[in-house]
């Protein structure tokens, strides 16, 4: 076994060890609220988790099936759903901004169905669209996930989210160089299926979805009042560190003692 197999497959058990004690971690008894505002935010932030965590399983079965770019695209969602996880650790008010963005986006959307060149539902339906089109943005506005961890410690989570996007999740022709090889002294191509990535995008790929999944759950366990897996994510952070610590920075040691 070369030392990237043997570094994957750490990542890999790691990756594993970490499903299992989330899956516990959130089936552990529910958390008090005292208000429906205080309920409403801590039901968007439990949500978030749960599709964090969700997500995280997916990039695992990929990766497990040597699926190395659905991989790191898959991670990019992962990165995504931390991104809002912290702002609304930081800003609770920024609820009113997740309900302004999906009343714009849902607005967007009628208006497109409306538009089309042949629309397919019953007069029913479509009066029902007219009538909430009518019903304008209100002062919606979208939200850029640009700003979302502006001053934040861990504004590098959306560079990440960036890159990805740029270079595995969206088509651009930097993504599609993963597909087409072309060989001049041949004058021939190849196009690959499944990609793999080389050790750089491996890891940082792997150090960022890791770290954004630990700092979920940090932010969750601000939540709840008590929790029987703390120890558990402890040592598992500590065996992030030391997989991640192969070149590349994780949290600053003085932030995460903050958190811990």
Known sequence: MTEQQSRSSQWLAWMNDYVDAARRFISEDPV????DEERELIALK???YARALTLFEGALLLLENDRQLDFRIHSRSVIEATMYLIALDRNPDFVARMKDDDFKSKQSRAALHLNAKTFSGTDDVRQQLEEFVARGLQGAKAIQLGTLLEGSDFDRLYRSYRDICG????VSVTALNRHYIEHPNIGLATLTIHPELDDDDFKVTMTELGISMTIATLLI???KAKTDVWDEFQTLLQRYRALASDG????PPSKQDEND
Do not use: E
């Open 221 to 223: 366990m601000k939540v």
């Open 32 to 35: 008090d609220v005292a208000s």
């Open 248 to 251: 590349h920075d994780t949290v």
């Open 46 to 48: 439990m949500a978030l």
């Open 167 to 170: 270079d595995a999740a969206h």
